[in-house]
């Protein structure tokens, strides 16, 4: 098992700073958002040389820290298709230099047609949004396949793919033999699937993530949550009532070699710590 955590979640800095910092808090690696973590880069395919992915990853694996996933998150449905463009590219460039990193998998979201934040529009829910996400992404998973990585999509109830059962569906459409033949993998953030209205059936929808998604997991994000009036409030690991002490056996037991990702999580040490009191159970 490896535990990560979001660099920027800890600042913006050198790759060497971040890797200090992130051991000196207990982890073992990071889901790497260039652009949003290191100083004086913006992750676009021209500044990314060789040159420069290997001083970033020899700042983080120097200090024991691994990069298993790089974050190269867009909204593939934004109204302005340039950007949507440009973050096609920007993902495909991340998944021809994923192993310069020593990353297996480059993540993204599905976004919304709320263009940011990405939020729930109705319009998220329909047929039109899925095939709008595949068409997006059909030259993702091919790029996957001719890189020999693998590209990893995120569900979120108020996002284009909001349940398992739709991101089961666009993985089985992304990964035939003429697109990703199997390089598509999902990320699996059980808070984000959640709402108001379906909270208390989290086991549940866990449970069916991980029967759905069997072999096609890349990683578990890790939250925790309290209600908030009608919203979902992210508290500490622990403090909420997410669960984990029932979340994380059925991990352990179902998918070999989990990679798991602290993202936005507050009060990180006393997160981590109560996790890592759990895995010694």
């Known amino acids: 098992m490896t535990i990560c955590i979001r660099p920027h979640d800890v600042g913006k800095a050198s790759a060497g700073e971040l890797g200090k910092a992130v051991k000196a808090l207990g982890f073992d690696g990071v889901q790497l958002a260039i652009a949003k973590a290191i100083k004086d880069q913006n992750g676009s395919p021209e500044s990314l040389t060789d040159e420069v992915c290997a001083e970033i ?44 990193f020593g990353a297996k998998f480059v993540a993204s979201e599905t976004g919304s047609y709320n263009d940011e934040p990405w939020t729930y529009n109705p319009k998220n829910q329909t047929e ?37 059962e739709q ?16 390089h598509v993998f999902t990320t699996v953030d059980i808070f984000n699937y959640l709402y108001i209205g379906n909270y208390q059936q989290r086991y549940e929808i866990f449970d069916k993530a991980l029967e759905l998604f069997k072999g096609k997991i890349a990683c578990f994000h890790v939250k925790d949550f309290i209600v908030d009036g009608d919203s979902l409030k992210e508290v500490a690991i622990g403090t909420g009532i997410m669960g984990w002490d029932k979340l994380l056996p059925q991990i352990v037991k179902n998918v070999p070699d989990p990679v798991l990702v602290f993202e936005g999580v507050p009060e990180k040490e006393k997160s981590l710590a109560y996790f890592k009191g759990l895995l010694e159970k």
């Open 57 to 100: 990853r020899k700042g983080f694996n120097e200090n024991g820290i691994s990069i298993p996933v790089l974050g190269a998150y867009f909204n593939p449905v934004h109204s302005n298709k340039a950007k949507v463009k440009a973050g096609q590219e920007k993902f495909a460039d991340h998944l021809k230099k994923a192993s310069l």
């Open 167 to 182: 991101m089961k569906r666009l993985l089985d459409e992304l990964n035939v033999s003429e697109l990703g033949d199997g």
């Open 128 to 164: 039109e949004a899925f095939q709008e996400v595949k068409k997006i992404f059909s030259p993702l998973a091919i790029a996957a396949k001719e890189n020999s990585t693998f590209a990893s999509i995120e569900g979120a109830w108020h996002h284009c793919i909001f349940c398992p």
